[in-house]
């Protein structure tokens, strides 16, 4: 070990050309979510407390229908980009890909239950 080069050493642990690509999705989705989040507060506030009639007729129309669905979508893409960023740093070998593999799905799981439930409440 005494005589390997730098080079030799810290081969496999250099970068995996995707750190920018994961960065600016972060940022781009981060961007959605502050704009999202307090459109969906407001349009979601207006139709807390009303009848299961009243939610349907209000989710009909378009504005708040995509607004929540947006934000649901975002959102959990927002959460897996970040949770397999948590799994990449501290899990490790086989553990690591299932862990991977189950967020995945679970995350892309919730936001199609959540996109069905509001194209549900809206058709």
């Known amino acids: 070990m005494a005589f390997m080069t730098d080079r030799k050493r810290a081969a496999g642990l250099g970068s995996a050309k995707s750190g920018s690509a994961h960065h600016w999705s972060m940022t781009l989705s981060s961007v959605a979510l502050l ?13 807390l407390g009303g009848s299961y009639e009243d939610i349907v007729a209000y989710y009909a129309r378009p504005f708040p229908a995509i607004i929540a669905a947006l934000t649901i979508l975002v959102s959990f893409k927002h959460f ?5 960023t948590l799994l990449e740093d501290y899990v490790h070998g086989l553990a690591q890909k299932i862990a991977i593999i189950a967020m995945t799905c679970i995350s892309y799981g919730a936001a199609a239950i959540g996109i069905f439930a509001i194209a549900r409440l809206a058709l």
């Open 35 to 47: 704009i999202l989040l307090p459109l969906f507060v407001f349009t979601f506030g207006a139709a």
């Open 80 to 84: 897996n980009d970040g949770v397999r």
